[in-house]
């Protein structure tokens, strides 16, 4: 599922040239969801990350820690790519 939302924001990014940031925190196999999509991002498509937030344990930390890295650097509309299941919780 992180490879396809990977996929979906590359695309946006080839047709808007907006920087990328990639959210999510350690799964339970000890890997940052976003430091391996920050890897599969240069590694298959030559591009980095602007910014990387690893620091998450669930959606509400993503938005926290998102929005403070964004923030930082006077970003204040975003484009998010997710998926159903998570679309509640990030709309909120």
């Known amino acids: ?7 979906y924001g590359v695309r946006l990014y080839q047709q808007t040239h907006l920087p990328l940031l990639l959210s999510g925190g350690t799964t339970s196999g000890g890997t940052a ?3 391996a999509m920050a890897q599969a991002l240069k590694h298959d498509y030559g591009i980095d990350a602007r910014w990387v937030e690893s620091n998450s344990l669930d959606t509400h930390d993503n ?3 998102s ?3 964004l923030r930082a ?3 204040q509309t975003i484009l998010l790519v997710t998926e159903g299941p998570h679309m509640r919780r ?3």
Not at 1 to 7: F, Q
């Open 1 to 7: 599922r992180s490879l396809m939302r990977l996929r």
């Open 33 to 35: 969801e976003a430091a």
């Open 63 to 65: 938005a926290v820690f």
């Open 67 to 69: 929005t403070a890295l």
């Open 73 to 75: 650097d006077g970003i």
């Open 90 to 92: 990030s709309v909120m």
